[in-house]
């Protein structure tokens, strides 16, 4: 089976700009879960994705959203990009039942730079 | 809430020796509880999970962790590093009602000295 993907590896932007990143998950997992991993803050959970529905969020602004489509690749969008921002993006698939003992299985990540 | 404290933010061990990497966690309902290890410019991957079964769970590579309540403790362990087991280390906490979420300590960078 293949594992997660993530499109693109690396994206350099400049503030004020947006990005969308894209993660498509292993075969037959229907939950994606986004994090950010950055030196100071660590890993940080964005939200998690379930049959095309937000069903958890973290604390991050509202210019971090997603969406996941029917086939349950997933999307984050951020938006009037700050420095802050930069930062390693994960996305992990799993097969997402109501038991949060599914492990999520992760993507090699999205490196986000912002100059 | 729920939340996760890794012990010591870098741990070196000679090859060969006995790995001990701590994890502690604070849940006000019962824990999940899982290891991960991060390769340089790599994703997560697990080593092992406790979902209330066994206590004593075996993972891959010969690592293995023992959940104990009484300390809220869920240290990993192996009982001889290899050059390849360096790596950072994450320990991570969800529960039920937290579907999708894993909460995540600092991490643990492991050297591995020959």
């Known amino acids: 089976k293949a594992g997660v993907t993530q499109t693109p590896r690396y994206l350099i932007k400049t503030r004020g700009q947006q990005v969308t990143l894209s993660c498509s998950p292993i075969?037959?997992?229907?939950?994606v879960s986004w994090y950010q991993q950055t030196p100071g803050q660590g890993l940080q959970f964005l939200f998690e994705y379930f049959s095309e529905t937000q069903r958890n969020k973290g604390n991050f602004p509202g210019r971090f959203s997603g969406r996941q489509f029917s086939n349950s690749r997933s999307e984050m969008n951020v938006s009037t990009l700050e420095l802050g921002d930069s930062a390693l993006y994960l996305c992990?698939?799993?097969?997402?039942?109501?038991?949060?003992?599914?492990?999520?299985?992760f993507g090699p990540g999205t490196r986000l730079t912002v100059l | 809430a729920q939340s996760v404290t890794q012990l010591g933010s870098h741990v070196s061990v000679s090859e060969g020796a006995l790995v001990l990497l701590r994890c502690n966690y604070s849940?006000?309902?019962?824990?999940?509880l899982f290891w991960y290890v991060q390769y340089p410019n790599q994703g997560l991957q697990l080593l092992l999970k406790?979902?209330?079964?066994?206590?004593l769970v075996k993972g891959i590579n010969d690592f293995e962790a023992e959940f104990k309540k009484s300390e809220t403790s869920f240290h990993l362990t192996k009982p001889s590093a290899h050059m390849s087991d360096a790596a950072e280390y994450f320990c991570a906490v969800t529960s039920s009602s937290n579907t999708g979420k894993l909460i995540f300590g600092q991490g643990t960078t492991l050297q591995v000295k020959p």
């Open positions: 406790y979902t209330s079964a066994a206590t």
């Open positions: 992990a698939s799993s097969l997402g039942g109501l038991a949060s003992t599914d492990t999520q299985y």
């Open positions: 075969s037959g997992h229907r939950s």
């Open positions: 849940s006000s309902v019962p824990p999940y």
